[in-house]
């Protein structure tokens, strides 16, 4: 049915008109264990986030350069979104991928949210362990996260509100990258 312009198209371009926008968000995690955390996370939260994740920098640039690798990380996987959600696994601590990912993030002074999986490892006194740049900016506030098993859409999105809200100058990125992973 044509509308009073003659646009049969009216009804379709309104309904997309009134679609909320998805606010893009870079996903950081262990490629190597945690891909099926991801591919989970992405599913539940397809609808609410467009995410974007590296497609394995390990694979995708080519290059010893770590501050060519941190360009790239920048231009194309972190300028463009608003919030980085670590995927915290038993290992993440330990990859240098994940913590250029969050100094390049820190630097692009986006939120930052970390996930903790179930397979996520603890200290001896029972604490999280958690990449040592989101550490430091957990210490300040600037950064937060949430159980796995307590994250709902709701949950996560008042997460990623509040993160990209901080204040900027919370931001603790005070160290070299990470050299190797381990």
Same mark, same amino acid.
């Given at each position: 049915?044509?509308?009073?312009?003659?646009?049969?198209?009216?009804?379709?371009l309104?309904?997309?008109?009134m679609?909320p926008? &998805?606010?893009?968000?870079?996903?950081? @995690?262990?490629?190597?264990?945690?891909?099926? @955390? @991801?591919?989970?996370?992405? &599913?539940?939260?397809h /609808?609410?986030?467009?995410?974007?994740? /590296?497609n394995?920098?390990?694979?995708?640039?080519?290059?010893?350069?770590?501050?060519?690798?941190?360009?790239?990380?920048?231009?194309?996987?972190?300028?463009?979104t608003?919030?980085?959600?670590?995927?915290?696994?038993?290992?993440?601590?330990? &990859?240098? @991928?994940? /913590?250029?990912?969050?100094?390049?993030?820190?630097?692009?002074?986006?939120?930052?949210?970390?996930?903790?999986?179930?397979?996520?490892?603890?200290?001896?006194d029972?604490k999280?362990?958690v990449?040592?740049?989101?550490?430091?900016?957990?210490?300040?506030?600037?950064?937060?996260?949430?159980h796995?098993?307590?994250l709902?859409?709701? &949950?996560?999105?008042?997460m990623?509100n509040?993160?990209?809200?901080?204040?900027k100058?919370?931001?603790?990125?005070p160290? /070299?990258?990470?050299?190797?992973n381990?």
């Amino acid at each position: 049915m044509a509308d009073y312009f003659g646009n049969s198209n009216m009804n379709g371009l309104l309904a997309a008109m009134m679609q909320p926008v &998805r606010r893009k968000i870079f996903v950081s @995690y262990h490629h190597g264990n945690d891909q099926a @955390y @991801y591919d989970g996370f992405s &599913r539940f939260f397809h /609808d609410q986030y467009e995410a974007v994740f /590296d497609n394995s920098l390990d694979r995708g640039i080519d290059s010893d350069n770590a501050q060519y690798v941190m360009q790239r990380i920048r231009d194309k996987h972190i300028t463009g979104t608003s919030c980085t959600v670590v995927l915290i696994g038993a290992q993440t601590h330990q &990859r240098k @991928y994940v /913590d250029w990912e969050i100094k390049a993030t820190l630097d692009k002074q986006h939120g930052l949210v970390g996930i903790v999986l179930p397979n996520h490892q603890k200290t001896n006194d029972g604490k999280i362990v958690v990449p040592e740049r989101f550490h430091c900016n957990v210490c300040t506030r600037y950064a937060s996260f949430e159980h796995w098993d307590n994250l709902t859409a709701q &949950r996560l999105t008042q997460m990623v509100n509040a993160a990209t809200n901080l204040s900027k100058a919370l931001i603790d990125n005070p160290f /070299d990258i990470k050299q190797r992973n381990g």
